[in-house]
């Protein structure tokens, strides 16, 4: 995990690194997601690691959009309103 942060941490040194692992064994299932600050800073790191040697292995770097924080801005403000019943109580 560190050695990933490290390394991408040249582009963005605040850059968030997540693992992804098997649920029961906790192995790394060879691959992460990585959230930079800015679209210039995530297009450098692809244009330097994509196809990169790192640990006697090839990584291959793409671009992923999130929509999880999305989608959990949009679960939190839902649960933030009233629902139907508790609303009708009002009128």
């Known amino acids: 995990d560190e050695d990933l942060q490290l390394i991408l941490s040249r582009f963005d040194e605040n850059v968030q690194v997540e693992i992804i692992r098997d649920e029961e064994t906790g192995q790394s299932l060879n691959y ?15 244009l330097k690691m ?10 291959i770097v793409d671009f992923s959009q ?9 679960r939190q403000r839902y649960r933030k309103q009233p629902s139907a019943a508790k609303r009708s109580r009002h009128y």
């Open 32 to 46: 992460a997601f990585a959230e930079f600050a800015t679209k210039e800073q995530a297009t450098q790191a692809y």
């Open 50 to 59: 994509n196809q990169a040697l790192v640990d006697d292995r090839r990584i």
């Open 66 to 74: 999130s929509v999880a924080k999305l989608w959990d801005r949009h």
